[in-house]
């Protein structure tokens, strides 16, 4: 009789404390100051995460593919888990890029942090009711980057656990399923 | 060695030159990114040479576009608060109230001051990174958790 495998040894993990890592979290960083750039990109790779870093508002969007040159079914693959962009930049600025991702089907869920040098409550506002995440100003902080990221690695976790127990309930059902089937 | 640099060090935070941001950057040093601080600060001298070159064409011109000028100097105070260039920014700050009260005469007095204090920073931090680079590595690279 062939041994019905249990769940236990199908490929899941049931250690939930050390959970196998989602992917690492990967960040659109946006700033037209090369120093910034350098800065934030350091932060972010610091506090263990995936960076692309551009220069402008307009690159961002054709890095996501909404510069409407490219349609976006070949950026299906692009996972981008937060977008962090600078306020004033020549051309197209912050608040405008953060308009154009919330308005675009495909990438309005990923949030979008503001960061500006300047503490001006009504752009603060602004931002927020427009959807940001968040406000940083500038000089943002190790803190305030570890901060996001521990908030957005909850929520990945929370999707993350909630595929895992899916997945356990499928197995488990099939395991009771081969088992009936032995009888 | 590495207590003189640690001196120069705070030296140049007691004087103003830099402030904590200067700090924050190099907590972000390790031991596979020694030069980080140096990097930056080579990239901000670069970059504000830049600046400068821009701003003073622009008031040899003679005709003040304050906005430009504003402009710049904004760009130029970002990028000096990055870098934590204490003196540097204060002066952007001065420039950036003359911008907007329409004095020229104030703009070309405290953009010919920040000039002074940049071109200061430069040979100071010149300094710094040149004796940190001979001192090694230094005692207080961030422990791995």
């Known amino acids: 009789m062939a041994e019905v495998m249990r769940p236990e040894k199908f490929d899941i993990s049931n250690d939930t404390s050390s959970l196998a890592s989602p992917e690492l979290l990967h960040v659109l960083a946006v700033d037209d100051s090369i120093v910034d750039r350098k800065f934030i990109e350091r932060l972010l790779k ?85 959807g940001a995440e968040d406000f940083l100003l500038k000089p943002v902080k190790l803190a305030d980057v570890k901060r996001l990221r521990d908030s957005l690695m909850k929520a990945e976790e929370r999707v993350f656990k909630n595929i895992k127990h899916k997945r356990e309930l499928e197995a488990s059902d099939i395991y009771s399923q081969l088992k009936r089937a032995k009888i | 060695m590495q207590r003189q640099v640690a001196l120069i060090k705070q030296s140049l935070l007691d004087q103003g030159y830099l402030d904590e941001q200067f ?12 030069n980080f601080v140096e990097e930056v600060a080579t990239l901000y001298f670069k970059d504000s040479a830049r600046l400068i070159n821009n701003i003073d064409q622009a008031l040899e011109r003679g005709s003040f576009d304050f906005n430009r000028l504003d402009n710049y100097m904004h760009q130029f105070k970002g990028s000096s608060t990055s870098i934590g260039a204490s003196k540097v920014k204060t002066e952007c700050t001065m420039f950036r109230e003359y911008c907007r009260a329409g004095n020229a005469e104030g703009c070309l007095r405290t953009f010919k001051q920040l000039k002074k204090e940049h071109a200061t920073l430069r040979k100071k931090l010149e300094q710094y990174f040149q004796l940190a680079r001979q001192a090694g590595p230094k005692e207080t690279a961030r422990r791995p958790k």
């Open chain 1, 46 to 130: 610091v506090s263990s995460c995936k960076v692309t870093v551009v220069d402008s508002a307009t690159r961002a969007l054709q890095y996501l593919g909404l510069d409407g040159d490219n349609s976006s079914v070949g950026f299906q693959d692009l996972k981008i888990n937060l977008i962090m962009t600078d306020y004033s930049m020549p051309g197209m600025t912050g608040y405008e890029l953060l308009k154009k991702i919330k308005e675009s089907s495909a990438f309005r869920e990923i949030p979008v942090v503001i960061m500006s040098s300047e503490n001006i409550l009504p752009r603060i506002d602004r931002c927020l009711e427009e």
């Open chain 2, 23 to 34: 700090m924050e950057l190099e907590e972000l040093q390790d031991d596979a990114n020694p």
